[in-house]
Structure formats: C-alpha cells, structure tokens
C-alpha cells in the first residue's frame, strides 16, 4: 500500500498570498495518476486536480499541480478567501486500495 | 448533470447491518464507475470500495472486505452498500463519488454511528 504524507500540516497566509502544499508517496506512483481535493466543513470533497495537472471542470487557474514519481505539489497562486480549507492528495496508479494523503488545511492568518 | 444523494445512516449496534443507498437523478449512472469513501469523525478520507459500470467488477479495501458489499441498479440510477459486522471503526460519513480511480462527483454523505 502506498502512504502518502501530506506537509504542512496546517498552513497560515493571508489572502493574495501563495500557498504551496506537498504531498510525497512512500513510493514511486505509476503514470503520475494522483489527484488533489478541496474539502470545507460540512461539505463533500471536490475536486481539484487529475493526473498530478490537470485542472478539473471550472476550476480556477490559480490553481495547479505539478510533480512526477513520489513528490506532488498543489500551488495556489493568489490566495482568496473562499480557498482556506483542507486540502488532500490521493493516488490511483498503483495496486489498490487508492489511499489519501492525512491532509494540509490552510487557514488564514 | 450528476446529483448524487445518499441516505440509509444512522445509529446501529456493533455487530449490526446497515445499507446505505445513492441515487443519481442525472441520466449518466450506468456510464459510470461508482465508489464509496468513508471520513470518520474529524479525520481523513478513506477509499472504501468501488464497482464498474455493469457490476461485473468490484473492488473493496482490506478492512471491510468479506464484511461489505457494494452493488448497483443502473435501472434505478441507484449504488448500494450493503455493511455487515459493522464495528465502531466504521463509525463515519460514507460519500457516494462517480469515477473509477477517483471522486468526480460527490453526494453530500450520509451519517454512519456504530455504538452501544
């Protein structure tokens, strides 16, 4: 099973800032196939982004992942409010079962 | 346009059964792999089981297996999780997301407690 370890843990900046959010596997996943969620209280996951790049269906441009192997990143570039949430990554290009990193919640400072 | 609605939670006896529903009033169900991940109380997501298009393959992660059956109607635009043995660990809010590597869409989750 792969692990995925999410850093930081928590994450404070301000609106118009940049945030940017790890997630590193314990091994390499296959065709780059890891995802990323944003996740507000009360509510589902949504998602984000597919195949560590690609934007999801109306999903702002502030947006992006990058990363291959075992290091993903989750940059968002100018902060707004309506983006502090909790944020995980999750892999589906290995055996199963597909796992989740623990998740970051970024908070605004 | 997909809208998923689970339902089925509540509160049962370890040891207990429950079956939690999800149905799509789009008209794309039967296109897609369905999943259920669980979120328990404060903490992170947790894959739970998944089904192809036409039922023919199924897959569920270790901890449930032999206890939990995923299962589908296309005809009724409805997924089904059928949780038997449940123990307090499966204490959690269950999601219904399309996809069949990760959630698409999601419901808005239905409320599983297992306690005395």
């Known amino acids: 099973e792969i692990v995925l370890t999410q850093s930081p843990g928590t994450l404070s900046l301000s609106p118009g800032e940049r945030a940017t959010l790890s997630c590193r596997a314990s091994q390499s996943i296959s065709n780059n196939y890891l995802v990323w969620y944003q996740q507000k209280p009360g509510q589902a996951p949504r998602l984000l982004i597919y195949?560590?790049?690609s934007r999801a269906t109306g999903i702002p441009d502030r947006f992006s992942g990058t990363g291959s192997g075992t290091d993903f990143t989750l940059t968002i570039s100018r902060l707004e409010p309506e983006d502090f949430a909790v944020y995980y990554c999750?892999?589906?290009?290995?055996?199963?079962?597909?796992?989740f990193g623990q998740g970051t919640k970024l908070e605004i400072k | 346009e997909v809208q998923l609605v689970e339902s089925g939670g509540g509160l049962v006896q370890p040891g207990g059964s429950l079956r939690l529903s999800c149905e799509d009033s789009g008209f794309t169900f039967s296109s897609h792999w369905m999943n259920w991940v669980r979120q328990a109380p404060g903490k992170g997501l947790e894959w739970v089981a998944n089904?192809?298009?036409?039922?023919?393959?199924?897959n569920y992660v270790d901890s449930v297996k032999g206890r939990f059956t995923i299962s589908r109607d296309n005809a009724k635009n409805s997924l089904f999780l059928q949780m038997n043995s449940l123990r307090a660990e499966d204490t959690a809010v269950y999601y219904c997301a399309t996809g069949g590597w990760y959630g698409v869409d999601w419901g808005q989750g239905t409320l599983v407690t297992v306690s005395s």
């Open positions: 089904i192809k298009e036409d039922g023919s393959k199924k």
């Open positions: 195949d560590a790049s």
């Open positions: 999750q892999q589906y290009g290995n055996s199963l079962p597909y796992t």
